[in-house]
């Protein structure tokens, strides 16, 4: 059977994540939210792809890569959400499912945060459901994708 991979992707400061604002975005770490997504995956049968990048660019070529890499994508584009044409344009030119979360609810908070440029290319978006989101991404590509 041939392997079939979901790319995670995590745009700028998610790294930081564990000690950014713990208040706004938790004390779970990147790492932990990898290795969770990874878990969560396997047990759907599909391997994961983790990337993190602080630069728009790079996230464009990772989703590149993915169209003939991966079957699903899972993105938080954390502040590139609010005003990335690029990576919205790049999901939308790869045609694969996406799961967009974000790990605070941005609709609470302030107002640039309401608007988000791939919630528009997104089969799926969940806010403010903190890690769990990630859990939630993976159960929904999994869905449907199917077997
Ligand atoms: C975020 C929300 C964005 O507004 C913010 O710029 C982030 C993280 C979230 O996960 O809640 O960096 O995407």
Redesign the pocket.
């Known amino acids: 059977m041939t392997e079939r991979r979901l790319l995670l992707l995590n745009?700028?400061?998610?790294n930081l994540l564990g000690t950014?604002q713990p208040e706004?975005?938790g004390s779970t770490t990147l790492a932990e939210i990898e290795a969770k997504v990874a878990e969560v995956a396997k047990d759907a049968g599909l391997q994961v792809r983790a990337v993190q990048s602080n630069h728009e660019g790079v996230l464009v070529d990772a989703i590149h890569a993915a169209r003939t890499e991966c079957v699903g994508i899972i993105i938080?584009?954390?502040?590139?959400?609010?005003t990335s044409v690029a990576i919205a344009d790049a999901l939308r030119s790869v045609g694969l499912p996406v799961a967009e979360?974000?790990?605070?609810?941005?609709h609470a908070?302030?107002e640039?945060?309401h608007h988000?440029y791939v919630s528009a290319v997104a089969d799926m978006v969940v806010?403010?459901a903190g890690p769990l989101?990630y859990e939630m991404a993976v159960q929904f590509l999994a869905d449907r994708l199917g077997p």
């Open positions: 745009g700028p400061n998610l950014r706004v975005y938080n584009p954390a502040a590139y959400s609010h979360v974000h790990l605070s609810n941005i908070r302030e640039f945060r988000s806010a403010g989101g």
